[in-house]
């Protein structure tokens, strides 16, 4: 029986290492240098959604704001109703994201004055 029972730990250990290797991809030197060269192009704005009040709103929000072009990360959060997103300022607007999310989802969404100067 012990036998068994060290079999089957020593198979439940390996079964996680494999899902933990999977899950973490791998970096190389050159990569790294790469997405520090994406992140200076980046901007970040966080849009006020007053009507974001629960996690199934949030996954609305990520999923509509995750669609533009540009769009390189999304963060939300329904204790604040806000949202975070992270884009190339190249490629969209954060007036462009703002609408669409307010057409994904039917959430009126707020641009902050300074990103609707920059727009």
Excluded at 41 to 47: E, F, H, N
Excluded at 68 to 80: A, I, L, P, Q, R
Excluded at 97 to 109: L, Q, W, Y
């Amino acid at each position: 029986m012990k036998t068994i029972g060290l079999i089957a730990a020593a198979l439940v250990v390996t079964v996680a290492i494999v899902a933990v290797r999977s899950r973490a991809p791998e970096r190389h030197p050159d990569q790294e240098a790469g997405a520090h060269a994406v992140s200076v192009a980046s901007q970040i704005v966080t849009l006020k959604i007053p009507g974001m009040d629960c996690a199934g709103c949030e996954v609305g929000v990520r999923i509509a704001a995750g669609k533009v072009n540009g769009v390189k990360g999304v963060h939300t959060d329904s204790d604040k109703r806000t949202v975070e997103v992270t884009f190339d300022p190249s490629k969209t607007t954060a007036q462009a994201i703002a609408t669409a999310i307010t057409k994904g989802t039917g959430f009126e969404t707020e641009v902050p004055p300074a990103a609707k100067s920059k727009t």
